[in-house]
C-alpha cells in the first residue's frame, strides 16, 4: 500500500485548471491587445480630426491581427 505521490503533470484537475488559465489569459491578451488599440486610435482621431474615425476603425482592426497572432505564437511555442 505503499503509493508514490504523483507528479503534478498527472493529476487530471491541476490539469484541467492549468489549461483554463492558460486559455483564459490568452483571451485576456487579445481583449488587452484590441482594447489598447482602440484607445491609441480614438485618441489620435481627437488630435486629428477627419469626416470618419479612420484611426479608431484601422488600430481596431490591427489590435484584433495581433492578439490573434500573440496568441498563435503562444500556441506554438508551449507545444
Known sequence: MDREPKEPSENPKRSSLNA???????AFQIAATIVVCLFIGKWLDNKIPMSFPV?????????VFLGVYFVIRDLLKQK
Open 20 to 26: 483554463l488559465a492558460r486559455y483564459s489569459g490568452m
Open 55 to 63: 484611426f479608431t476603425t484601422v488600430l481596431t482592426i490591427v489590435g
